[in-house]
């Protein structure tokens, strides 16, 4: 896939803008589910993954074509997440309304106690629980953890899209999964009894 | 709840989790775990975290997030050939840069010169394009007329040069003598019309600069 990815550059630095419809369409899902998971907001994921695009096109001359292509646009929108995250804060970017509760959004939830009472998360769906847990992580594991469990990619690979070296990755990995478990502890999923 | 013993079974712990424990360690750890109740629940609750964070299942982009994508790339067209060929070829691209404000400056000056223009002097005459040194006066210096003709009937003391024009009566015109006709050129005469013989004159006319700045020297006809 890389050649082929590596051809379509070489269209694409020769004047041939087409030529990156194909790259986009390749890399779109992965990036939109990465940009989603960090932020935890639709409109910013959309937002993020279309800056992070315009991004490598306007810089697609000092891509490096002996290394992965998907490692480079990865770093582009994670570090956009991470810029978007910091200037947002305290603002957790919980803008879905939390279920049984009137026009109650998790924002106000998350801002007034950082952590929702049991009863709401006895309500929320799997899905929505995964979410609220990620958005809850230090913005420093929560890069670690969505690369490693949502696009399930190898150690060495987020140290590359991260710049962090291999040891602190793993060390970001162990500290995000311990703050997990402490994050679910309140309400292990066992308990709900695979709600979905 | 964990005591610092535990901190190295905590460790193994997450290394096993990423498949990245020695066999030795694996079997250290789970020798550990069937005596010690605590790290048994530490590894389940982590197991859990692990299985939950998998059941996360894929988000659906939105159905057109690529042709919106390709709406915000800049339209670069044709340019996005060359601008990737001057990145290859910087040397060569400067040279060309150069050459084109080069150009640019001597066509400029060329076409600027379109206009009717002559060496300012009290005592000739205007009529319509055309200069007239009357008779009987005298002019001091260099004579130069741009983009008009000439009739000298009296006196030059210098250089007559004359750009995209005509000397009326250049037969007339006795150089350096005072015989037989009363039009008289001290210096020497030149008719310039072609953009070559333009460029021509001006680097001699640079040349000279040079050369009486080096010199300490006016005046070049001497």
Request: glycine share 6%; charged share 25%; with cysteine.
């Amino acid at each position: 896939m890389d050649a082929i990815v590596n051809k379509r550059i070489k269209q694409v630095l020769n004047g041939n803008q087409d030529a990156y419809t194909e790259i986009v369409d390749l890399y779109q899902a992965r990036l939109y589910q990465v940009c989603y998971r960090m932020l935890g907001n639709k409109h910013e994921a959309e937002d993020i993954t279309q800056e992070a695009f315009l991004r490598a096109f306007i810089n697609l001359h000092s891509f490096d074509q002996k290394r992965k292509f998907s490692t480079w646009i990865f770093r582009i929108a994670t570090n956009l997440c991470i810029d978007r995250i910091r200037k947002k804060k305290p603002d957790y970017h919980l803008d879905a309304q939390v279920p049984g509760t009137d026009g109650l959004d998790m924002y106000s939830q998350v801002a007034a106690s950082g952590a929702l009472p049991v009863e709401q998360l006895e309500k929320m769906e799997m899905q929505e629980r995964v979410q609220y847990e990620i958005s809850r992580l230090p913005d420093k594991y929560r890069s670690v953890i969505v690369l490693k469990y949502m696009e399930e990619l190898p150690l060495q690979e987020i140290s590359e899209i991260l710049d962090l070296p291999l040891g602190t990755v793993k060390t970001r990995i162990h500290r995000g999964r311990e703050a997990l478990r402490k994050q679910m502890s309140q309400l292990p999923m066992t308990e709900v009894g695979g709600k979905r | 709840m964990m005591g610092a013993c535990h901190e190295k079974y905590i460790e193994l712990m997450h290394a096993y989790l990423d498949g990245d424990i020695q066999p030795d360690e694996e079997k250290e750890l789970k020798a550990h775990l069937k005596s010690c109740e605590a790290c048994q629940a530490h590894m389940h609750e982590l197991s859990d975290v692990v299985a939950f964070m998998k059941s996360a299942q894929p988000v659906t982009p939105p159905p057109d997030l690529t042709s919106n994508i390709m709406a915000t790339l800049p339209k670069r067209n044709v340019s996005a050939g060359t601008q990737n060929w001057f990145r290859r070829y910087p040397i060569v691209s400067a040279a060309a840069v150069f050459l084109v404000f080069m150009s640019a400056m001597f066509f400029g000056n060329f076409s600027n010169d379109q206009q009717f223009a002559f060496t300012k002097a009290d005592n000739i005459l205007v009529e319509g394009d055309t200069v007239i040194i009357p008779e009987g006066e005298v002019v001091e210096g260099d004579f130069v007329v741009r983009n008009g003709d000439i009739r000298v009937e009296g006196t030059i003391e210098g250089n007559l040069t004359v750009i995209n024009g005509r000397i009326i009566n250049e037969d007339e015109i006795e150089t350096s003598s005072l015989m037989a006709s009363t039009a008289v050129v001290t210096g020497e005469i030149e008719e310039i019309d072609r953009v070559f013989e333009w460029l021509w004159f001006k680097m001699k006319s640079g040349y000279q600069g040079v050369e009486n700045w080096i010199t300490g020297s006016d005046d070049s006809s001497n």
